[in-house]
């Protein structure tokens, strides 16, 4: 790829970005906001001496161990910010070829010189890649607040902080097991991202309707004709996070490199093909 | 050929779907993957009217 | 001289309307061209055809390549104004800058600013924040500012007071015209382009009824007014269109010798809005 065939890309997401702040940056910073709120506020709940005693546990109970190791147990503070993350891709891929369709921007945006292939791939690229990453850097700085926070409390109740110092480096260890297990959800999922980008490409209205109602028939139609029930099953064994949450840096190998995961992908990119196809049809 | 799929969206969207579920199918079949018929748990599929009070007692 | 846009046959149906039947259209390279129809005639239709924003059938090529298969490529030599206000509205004006800079690889970003700065449109605005002629403004900043040789305009001055008009294609002529370009305008509004044209396309209905150059007008048609005791003589002509001017016949020729017609008075060249009027006419007599 030259380079101004990579400024172009780069240039496609940050519009998705402009254009969706709001889901991917005020939403999860508002979370966090909400987050952060909550627990300082339980904090106060309890008597100074608690306290101390329960920040000297949590300093001590991290103190020497490997942030690798004790990265899994912080991904439980990444939960909210995933399910968030997830419903907003929902809506995010439903829109994302409808959107501009319906208030006509389309014409704008394909009178540019931009393939339909790059405009197509520039939003799978948002919801595996780039929206993940905001909600990382949000997490992030919720882990910052959080342990400064904690120091503070440590150097007030004069306690050995130098647990605090593992346990953030375990959180910020978990915020890359996050991210790469957003990454591998996405391409996991990759049937069900390309069939609401392909009804997204293709409905005049109510794209949702559409990619649901076609679902459901297609499913009948597959058992009637077959009497088998691929389509259906499809979704209910994709949905066992076992298949797509990162533990370790070893699972990154065994989760990507697996028939499933590649024959996903493959079918995946079957319907991402159609949406670019669909992509022609503005009107 | 080209012509008759990308002919209007809904051409183009029938043989996206035809080539999806072939391949699902065909895939299925070559490797033996299950092809489970979903069990529904849900107490209205064994709905027998002529037991309508049972039904409403099991379903509590 | 090297035609921009040829088509032939070209079919657009919209469930049981059809659009466009059968249009074949020829645009010469350099030219300014009018395309000019009442509303429903099938121009937003034929102009987004050329620019691949709609799937037509038959054969269509645009500065050489297809457009509906080639349409990113062909975008960056071709650049498209639409009737509508399509300019994202919530995009700052900085930001559409950026982008076009982005994905656009003959865009010059210096040039788009200086248009800028002779406008009142403030840069950090978000295009919904602007009034109609504010953004289509900036849309004609932001496509002169790009080195193409083809310019679509779709109705482009629509709901524009005067002012912004007038500017507006004071704009084209002087900073964007070049002689080489080619530029195709759609209108309803005829008086207000009919000196910048130098090639005429009438459509009505799907159908096109008249691609000419402006200079071959006056070989074709001739508009003269005649005294009653000649109309007769005048119908053996058969005229395409006569109306009555203030108690007077005038009655417009297709394709008669100005020899021919000398003896019923003073010949003029029908005004394009007035040709319009007979051609239209002359098209739905059959």
């Not at chain 1, 910010?81 to 501009?100: E, H, I, K, P, R």
């Not at chain 3, 009505?204 to 006056?218: F, K, R, S, Y």
């Not at chain 3, 297709?254 to 051609?279: I, W």
Request: glycine share 6%.
């Amino acid at each position: 790829m030259d380079k101004f065939a990579l400024n172009q890309f780069l240039t496609l997401l940050k519009r998705e970005v402009l254009e969706h702040r709001n889901l991917f940056v005020l939403a999860p910073a508002f979370l966090a906001l909400l987050l952060l709120f909550a627990a300082f506020w339980i904090s106060k709940q309890f008597p100074r001496d608690q306290l101390a005693s329960g920040v000297a546990y949590l300093a001590m109970l991290f103190d020497g161990l490997s942030p690798v190791d004790m990265a899994p147990v912080f991904m439980i503070g990444a939960i909210p910010f995933v399910f968030l993350l997830y419903t907003y891709a929902f809506v995010y891929l439903m829109n994302s070829l409808y959107q501009d369709r319906r208030d006509l921007s389309v014409l704008f945006w394909q009178s540019m010189p931009v393939s339909n292939l790059k405009t197509v791939l520039s939003k799978v690229v948002t919801i595996a890649a780039v929206a993940p990453f905001f909600y990382i850097a949000v997490l992030f700085g919720v882990y910052l607040i959080a342990m400064i926070w904690l120091t503070l409390l440590g150097i007030q109740f004069d306690i050995e902080i130098v647990g605090i110092g593992y346990m953030f480096l375990a959180a910020v260890v978990s915020l890359v097991f996050v991210y790469l297990s957003a990454i591998v959800t996405a391409l996991w999922l990759f049937p069900s991202v390309g069939w609401l980008l392909l009804f997204s490409a293709f409905a005049k209205r109510t794209p949702f309707m559409w990619a649901a109602g076609v679902f459901i028939l297609v499913g009948f139609l597959e058992d009637f004709l077959f009497g088998s029930q691929y389509l259906a099953n499809w979704v209910e064994s994709r949905a066992n996070p076992n298949q797509y949450v990162i533990f370790s840096f070893g699972d990154l190998v065994d989760r990507l490199f697996n028939y499933d995961m590649l024959f996903g992908i493959f079918v995946g990119a079957i319907l991402i093909a159609g949406a670019v196809l669909m992509r022609r049809f503005t009107d | 050929m080209k012509n008759i799929f990308l002919k209007n969206r809904y051409t183009l969207l029938l043989t996206v779907l035809a080539v999806y579920v072939l391949v699902l199918v065909i895939e299925g079949a070559i490797t033996g993957r299950e092809a489970k018929v979903v069990k529904f748990d849900n107490p209205f599929f064994d709905l027998n009217l002529n037991n309508f009070e049972e039904f409403m007692d099991n379903r509590d | 001289m090297t035609n921009i846009v040829h088509a032939r046959s070209l079919q657009k149906s919209y469930g049981s309307f059809q659009a466009l039947k059968n249009v074949d259209l020829d645009i010469p390279e350099g030219s300014i061209c009018g395309l000019i129809g009442p509303n429903g005639a099938g121009k937003t239709t034929t102009l987004k055809a050329l620019i691949g924003l709609c799937d037509v059938e038959g054969d269509l090529l645009v500065a050489g390549r297809d457009p509906r298969v080639d349409r990113h490529k062909l975008m960056e030599d071709v650049c498209f104004i639409a009737d509508v206000g399509i300019l994202p509205k919530w995009l700052k004006v900085s930001q559409v800058i950026d982008y076009v800079d982005g994905v656009h690889p003959k865009f010059h970003r210096e040039k788009a600013l200086q248009l800028l700065s002779t406008t009142s449109i403030p840069s950090n605005k978000r295009i919904k924040e602007l009034s109609k002629g504010m953004v289509t403004q900036l849309h004609l900043a932001l496509v002169m500012s790009i080195d193409v040789s083809l310019l679509v305009l779709d109705e482009p001055t629509l709901g524009l007071d005067i002012i912004y008009r007038k500017e507006f294609y004071d704009r084209l002529l002087n900073d964007f015209y070049d002689g080489n370009r080619t530029i195709i305008i759609s209108t309803h509004q005829v008086e207000e382009i009919e000196t910048l044209l130098s090639h005429l396309v009438f459509i009505n209905a799907g159908t096109i009824v008249l691609n000419a150059a402006m200079t071959d007008l006056e070989d074709s048609f001739t508009e003269v007014i005649v005294s009653p005791e000649l109309r007769s003589a005048a119908d053996a002509l058969h005229p395409i269109h006569e109306r009555e001017l203030l108690g007077k016949k005038s009655y417009t020729f297709e394709g008669v010798p100005r020899a021919e017609l000398k003896q019923f008075g003073e010949l003029f060249t029908p005004s394009v809005a007035d040709l319009f009027v007979a051609k239209l006419k002359d098209a739905n007599h059959g």
